[in-house]
């Protein structure tokens, strides 16, 4: 496993992550705690380091949270733990606590992590989605409090735009609170509009990007063709149109290229996540032991040069999304 410093911190992390969306989640092997312990535990074994959940993961609030701690159990120590906080979009039982970048909503969201997490400091903790009511000032000087009484270590935050996270950097500065030391915003090669503006902001603030859905749900796992779906895949439970409406001449022309390197294009897709700019370590999930496995295989398993990083890109310019 090649391990990777998170921005301008002094945190250092794999450079594959597990994604904890899936522990707690319905229709999935992770559902039952007995399937979080082995993945999480094949994980760690492979030399994964970050863990990256959120309170509102799982089948009901907070499941996954409880599910991660009991899972880590006594190899806690062995792990970097980041969780968020703040999804605008999902309801919370704190909802009425007033807006969820506000700082009394952030004191008793980080009890209840801490609590489900059985930690007694969270190492990343992110707003999850911008919060349009609160000032930025005043979500960082909480977060900034947390670092200071040690129940958090490093801070990082979640969908911001790339001004957003200029306008972040540049208020810690004036406050002389801590910064933001992660983004963390959806980016495969079917999403890509985070190049335009915050991929670049990253690289010049410091802050280490950890790309949400690398594989795009698991299209470019090597699981799926043109005719080929497995059931017991996200997409085809939840999102078929991903497939229905996937690029595959592009994906077709990607598995041809990895194949003339000797690589699958599963490690090649993670070969040219990891050769982006500010890019730090990809957030992928796993409801298998077998899963993570090869994930985490695949950090290092092929660097591309310049050249094959610009083929790469290359072929997915037309079918990629702009959004930011």
């Not at 063709?225 to 078929?240: C, H, V």
Request: glycine share 8%.
């Amino acid at each position: 496993m090649e391990y990777r410093t998170l921005g301008r911190s002094g945190l250092r992390v794999s450079a594959v992550g597990l994604g904890c969306n899936n522990l707690g989640r319905t229709g999935t092997l992770t559902f039952e705690q007995s399937g979080a312990d082995a993945v999480v535990n094949a994980a760690i074994d492979a030399g994964v380091t970050l863990f990256d959940t959120a309170d509102m993961y799982g089948a009901e609030f907070g499941l996954s949270e409880r599910m991660l701690g009991s899972a880590l159990g006594a190899r806690r120590d062995e792990v970097v733990v980041a969780t968020k906080f703040g999804h605008a979009d999902y309801p919370a039982p704190i909802s009425g606590w007033g807006a969820k970048g506000s700082r009394r909503y952030i004191r008793q969201a980080v009890e209840g992590s801490l609590s489900r997490l059985a930690t007694d400091r969270i190492d990343l903790y992110q707003l999850h989605t911008p919060d349009p009511i609160t000032p930025i000032d005043e979500t960082l000087q909480a977060l900034d409090e947390l670092v200071k009484e040690g129940k958090v270590l490093y801070i990082g935050h979640s969908n911001l735009s790339g001004w957003q996270l200029a306008e972040a950097e540049l208020t810690a500065q004036l406050l002389g609170t801590t910064h933001f030391m992660s983004a963390q915003n959806e980016y495969s090669l079917l999403q890509r509009g985070v190049e335009q503006e915050l991929l670049p902001a990253a690289e010049h603030f410091g802050v280490g990007f950890l790309p949400y859905f690398p594989l795009a749900n698991g299209l470019f796992s090597g699981k799926f063709s043109r005719t080929e779906r497995p059931a017991d895949t996200r997409i085809a439970r939840q999102r078929p149109h991903i497939a229905d409406n996937a690029p595959w001449d592009a994906i077709e022309a990607l598995t041809t290229f990895a194949a003339e390197r000797g690589v699958s294009i599963l490690e090649a897709t993670i070969g040219w996540l990891l050769a982006q700019p500010a890019l730090t370590s990809v957030i992928a999930g796993a409801t298998k032991p077998e899963q993570i496995v090869q994930n985490a295989a695949a950090a290092t398993a092929w660097t591309p040069d310049v050249e094959e990083i610009s083929a790469i890109s290359r072929l997915f310019t037309s079918s990629a999304s702009s959004r930011v």
